[in-house]
T-cell receptor
Framework: GAGVSQSPSNKVTEKGKDVELRCDPI?????LYWYRQSLGQGLEFLIY????????KSGLPSDRFSAERTGGSVSTLTIQRTQQEDSAVYLC?????????????FGQGTRLTVV | AQSVTQPDIHITVSEGASLELRCNYS??????LFWYVQSPGQGLQLLLK??????LVQGIKGFEAEFKRSQSSFNLRKPSVHWSDAAEYFC??????????FGDGTTLTVKP
């Protein structure tokens, strides 16, 4: 597709369940980011993938959070044993990571609600 | 390590007034700097970017930003704000290995 695609757009889950959020980056983009945005808050960095390099996981808030990127393209963010404080919009972005003079393109996000 | 600071969490201006949103960055080399806007219920959209050359860059929607190396700043300005400019604004720097780092954002409210 032409842009970054995220699915689902909305997810309601019960506390304690696992969820998977999907991101399809723009074709050819080697860099992929996951951010979390809680209501009225800024962007909280979660994880960064760049090509075949080891991902930068420094932003993951706990070991319940993990992410994979298969084949250098699609990425899945998994949250295990969800808690109410996990409720937020999860944003994915991609860019031509080897070019620093290029911006990140964002998806519309997945709104996660843990009840 | 690279970082971005947006000192103002929330700014309110009257419609038609001028606007300046502050952004300070920390990066050891020449930075690549960006401003994004997130309108209510919308995704993030690029406003403008600075790579090199002229330190005053023009963006969409009448916005401009000025890169000041001596102050490590990249402040966003608009001469006359419109009600539709109410949104959250994020400054970002791209540095190490092409990684983008965002500030915490500034929420702009426009009074009629």
């Amino acid at each position: 597709g032409a842009g970054v695609s995220q699915s689902p757009s909305n997810k309601v889950t019960e506390k304690g369940k696992d969820v998977e959020l999907r991101c399809d980056p723009i074709s050819g983009h080697t860099a992929l980011y996951w951010y979390r945005q809680s209501l009225g808050q800024g962007l909280e960095f979660l994880i960064y993938f760049q090509g075949n390099s080891a991902p930068d996981k420094s932003g993951l808030p706990s070991d319940r959070f993990s992410a994979e990127r298969t084949g250098g393209s699609v990425s899945t963010l998994t949250i295990q044993r969800t808690q109410q404080e996990d409720s937020a919009v999860y944003l994915c972005a991609s860019s031509f990571g080897w070019l620093t003079n290029t911006e990140a393109f964002f998806g519309q996000g997945t709104r996660l609600t843990v009840v | 390590a690279q970082s971005v600071t947006q000192p103002d969490i929330h700014i309110t201006v009257s419609e038609g007034a001028s606007l300046e949103l502050r952004c300070n960055y920390s990066y050891g080399a020449t930075p690549y700097l960006f401003w994004y806007v997130q309108s209510p219920g919308q995704g993030l959209q690029l406003l403008l970017k600075y790579f090199s050359g002229d330190t005053l860059v023009q963006g969409i929607k009448g916005f401009e930003a000025e890169f000041k190396r001596s102050q490590s700043s990249f402040n966003l300005r608009k001469p006359s704000v419109h009600w539709s400019d109410a949104a959250e604004y994020f400054c970002a720097v791209v540095g190490n290995a092409g990684k983008s780092t965002f500030g915490d954002g500034t929420t702009l409210t426009v009074k009629p």
